[in-house]
């Protein structure tokens, strides 16, 4: 079983900075991709950042410039830096992982966090 951990949300007022963490653990035999979703009231999920095995990022455009993801791989952990925070911002923020699974060590799987919510006041 594997489990996707976050934490770091909270309430910061707008121009403000958090800092989001998710941690991986279980059953894992590698991890080929993390990132961050975020869904607000109302809209769809979507995607923030994300980060593959191979280093490479991509953002979404609304986050570019403000937002820096990054990956501790010893610690199977994701890290989302958010800068310059925007009402705009505010969403229930998702850890999504790809996971190859260390009982098969074959076969990936899709995992998400529980979500943690991140409100931006104006």
């Known amino acids: 079983q594997v489990q996707l951990v976050e934490s770091g949300g909270g309430l910061v007022q707008a121009g403000g900075s958090l800092r989001l963490s998710c941690a991986a653990s279980?059953?894992?035999?590698?991890?080929?991709?993390m990132g961050w979703y975020r869904e607000a009231p109302g809209k769809q999920r979507e995607l923030v950042a994300a980060?593959?095995?191979?280093?490479?990022?991509n953002y979404a455009d609304s986050v570019k410039g403000r937002f820096t993801i990054s990956r501790d791989n010893a610690k199977n952990t994701v890290f989302l830096q958010m800068n310059s925070l925007k009402p705009e911002d505010t969403a229930v923020y998702y850890c999504?992982?790809?996971?190859?699974?260390?009982?098969?060590?074959?076969?990936?799987?899709?995992?998400w966090g529980q979500g943690t919510q991140v409100t931006v006041s104006s």
């Open positions: 999504n992982a790809n996971i190859v699974v260390a009982t098969t060590r074959r076969h990936e799987y899709q995992y």
């Open positions: 279980g059953s894992i035999f590698s991890i080929n991709a």
């Open positions: 980060t593959r095995s191979g280093g490479s990022t």
